[in-house]
């Protein structure tokens, strides 16, 4: 798919970015880690760790990778977007994805944007919702990045 969108003469290949919440955020996400022609991620409605998160409710069966608890966490996974810009955004409600389990795989991932010296191109927005969009910060990012 984005070999056909920088196929077409409308599309600047310089200036792809990302953006998806809940299984949104997972392709995402992971698009992301794979893609390196993407430039800038924002995940909402995802981003948490899989212990508090995947392994603690009942989810849809693509939020599971078999084995993966055994070689890392979700903050493992993100960390391979870096050293590329990446937005999260986390309602203090979302039941399905915890604010705690938010924070403590943030801190995680954050470390590592740290190591890189580009601990600019991380943020986070926490807002008081639940399972949603924010907005509040995802858009003037990605203008900033991509």
């Known amino acids: 798919m984005l070999d056909y969108l920088i196929e077409r003469g409308d599309v600047d290949s310089e200036r792809i970015g990302v953006m998806g ?5 997972l392709a995402s996400s992971f698009f992301a880690a794979y893609e390196k022609r993407v430039k800038a991620c924002v995940v909402s409605g995802f981003f948490c760790t899989f212990k508090d998160s995947i392994m ?8 599971f990778i078999p084995g993966i608890i055994k070689n890392g966490e979700m903050a493992d ?4 977007i870096a050293p590329r810009p990446l937005l999260i955004e986390a309602g203090t409600k979302d039941d399905i994805f915890p604010i705690d ?3 403590s795989s ?12 580009v601990k ?4 986070i927005d926490i ?10 910060k995802a858009y003037d990012f990605l203008v900033k990045w991509v």
Do not use: T
């Open 21 to 25: 919440i809940s299984g949104g955020g």
């Open 56 to 63: 603690s409710i009942h989810h849809c069966v693509d939020n």
């Open 77 to 80: 996974l993100f960390g391979l």
């Open 101 to 103: 389990g938010v924070k």
């Open 106 to 117: 943030y801190a995680r991932l954050e470390k590592l944007y740290e190591k890189l010296n």
């Open 120 to 123: 600019n191109k991380i943020d």
């Open 127 to 136: 807002f008081d919702g639940d399972h949603q969009i924010s907005g509040a």
